[in-house]
């Protein structure tokens, strides 16, 4: 499992409703197996608004939550149907 901690300035936003979703793009690794290239595998993103109401988010709590299973979606649109999941887990401060 691999830990990466990102940077996101939410001072110019109010409320979790008004800030924009985390989009995370999920890339594999060949490493020479195929190609030394990373290959798209699809995109998963998370509205902090729903963080906040299922798990209670608070900004400065200081508390990981426990890891979830989000849904990774090869297309854009909202219909398109899940091609894998990715754990993740937040913090914010």
């Known amino acids: 499992?691999?830990?990466?901690?990102v940077g996101i300035d939410?001072?110019?936003y109010r409320e979790?409703?008004?800030?924009?979703p985390v989009i995370l793009d999920v890339m594999d690794a060949d490493e020479g197996w195929v190609?030394?290239?990373a290959d798209f595998l699809g995109r998963c993103k998370i509205s902090l608004k729903e963080?906040?109401?299922?798990d209670g988010l608070e900004i400065g709590a200081g508390d990981i939550k426990v890891p979830k299973w989000y849904d990774i979606k090869?297309?854009?649109d909202a219909n398109?149907?899940?091609?894998g999941q990715i754990l993740v887990s937040f913090e914010l401060l």
Do not use: H, Q, R, V
Request: proline residues 7%; charged residues 35%; hydrophobic residues 30%.
């Open 10 to 12: 939410f001072m110019d």
């Open 1 to 5: 499992m691999d830990c990466k901690e």
């Open 16 to 20: 979790f409703s008004d800030a924009p």
């Open 74 to 76: 090869f297309g854009t």
């Open 35 to 37: 190609s030394d290239t």
């Open 80 to 83: 398109s149907p899940a091609c």
């Open 51 to 54: 963080l906040k109401e299922k």
